[in-house]
T-cell receptor, first 110, second 114 residues
Framework: GQNIDQPTEMTATEGAIVQINCTYQ??????LFWYQQHAGEAPTFLSY????GLEEKGRFSSFLSRSKGYSYLLLKELQMKDSASYLC???????????FGAGTQVVVTP | IAGITQAPTSQILAAGRRMTLRCTQD?????MYWYRQDLGLGLRLIHY???????GKGEVPDGYSVSRANTDDFPLTLASAVPSQTSVYFC?????????????FGEGSRLTVL
């Protein structure tokens, strides 16, 4: 079967750093996405990794290790607006079909 | 640019009724998807369409049907709604010719089946 695991919830202080881990076991792999979803809203794109290594985009970075079936999303200089759910999603076929994890709720406190 | 438009945004429905959730995109994307999102379970794929005229079953297709008569529209039909279909439904699209193509989501349709 397909399995994508990420922690349910994480809490961090404004200005701090938080790392959200995602491990996956899927029948196919053609890349990994991270999405952000604020309560009551649609998910929005954060990052995409297909090769091993770190992709940096401003305060957000995403890392992938294909041999370990592992990714993380790093959020730096946390702001209150970063309180949201973060979704890890694996591209499982050549058409771009995504399998999502259950999401990690990040709570940023003052 | 509208992106993806879903309708209705919210609906309360009696069990046994038929319901169609509408989804329209103006990005000329090849692929379209319907997901349902439930607390603790994340987004689960119901049905998808890689190109106009073709559809496929996702992870949780039972009780749902879709059609893709043209590139822009991808309606989702519940033939006879049941309470377990209470959920938030998201339509999404992507350029399926590019596996790095991100999914663009509609704003969601919140459905309650009583």
């Amino acid at each position: 079967g397909q399995n994508i695991d990420q922690p349910t919830e994480m809490t961090a202080t404004e200005g701090a750093i938080v790392q959200i881990n995602c491990t996956y076991q899927t029948s196919g792999f053609n890349g990994l996405f991270w999405y952000q979803q604020h309560a009551g809203e649609a998910p929005t794109f954060l990052s995409y990794n297909v090769l091993d290594g770190l992709e940096e985009k401003g305060r957000f970075s995403s890392f992938l290790s294909r041999s370990k079936g592992y990714s993380y999303l790093l959020l730096k200089e946390l702001q209150m607006k970063d309180s949201a759910s973060y979704l890890c999603a694996v591209v499982t076929d050549s058409w771009g079909k995504l399998q999502f994890g259950a999401g990690t709720q990040v709570v940023v406190t003052p | 640019i509208a992106g993806i438009t879903q309708a209705p945004t919210s609906q309360i429905l009696a069990a046994g009724r038929r319901m169609t959730l509408r989804c329209t995109q103006d990005m000329r994307h090849n692929a379209m998807y319907w997901y349902r999102q439930d607390l603790g379970l994340g987004l689960r794929l119901i049905h998808y369409s890689n190109t106009a005229g073709t559809t496929g079953k996702g992870e949780v297709p039972d009780g749902y049907s879709v059609s893709r008569a043209n590139t822009d529209d991808f309606p989702l039909t519940l033939a006879s709604a049941v309470p377990s279909q209470t959920s938030v439904y998201f339509c999404a699209s992507s350029d399926s010719l590019d596996t790095a193509g991100e999914l663009f989501f509609g704003e969601g349709s919140r459905l309650t089946v009583l």
